[in-house]
Nanobody
């Protein structure tokens, strides 16, 4: 059974940094476009960042560009999200996802595999 498991969330203060990890199991995700999404209470799930299978191409939401970095280590079947200069508005549950079909997409319904999410809470 293929699965994605996130970790690294927690409590932070504004300006702090956190690194999220997403480890795949049950199959290799080294050929999948993978992304991080987030969902705040009462809001829709939104795209945060995505990375091509090779790691050569990345995409970011405007709200996190310049502060967040997505990268991957295919030898470890793992994708990371380095979050710097955190803001209270970054508070959300963060999910990693893998698309089995698309080489790039920011639409949640284009993803086939999802993790269970990890909570990030940023205080001011």
């Amino acid at each position: 059974q293929a699965a994605l498991v996130e970790s690294g969330g927690g409590l932070a203060q504004a300006g702090d940094s956190l690194r999220l990890s997403c480890v795949g199991s049950g199959r290799t995700f080294s050929r999948n476009f993978m992304s991080w999404f987030r969902q705040a209470p009462g809001k829709e799930r939104e795209f945060v960042a995505g990375i091509s299978w090779s790691g050569d191409s990345t995409n970011y939401a405007a709200s996190v560009k310049g502060r967040f970095t997505i990268f991957r280590d295919n030898s470890k079947n793992t994708v990371y999200l380095q979050m710097n200069s955190l803001k209270p508005e970054d508070t959300a549950v963060y999910y990693c996802a893998a698309s089995g079909t698309y080489s790039y997409t920011d639409r949640a319904n284009h993803y086939d595999y999802w993790g269970q999410g990890t909570q990030v809470t940023v205080s001011s």
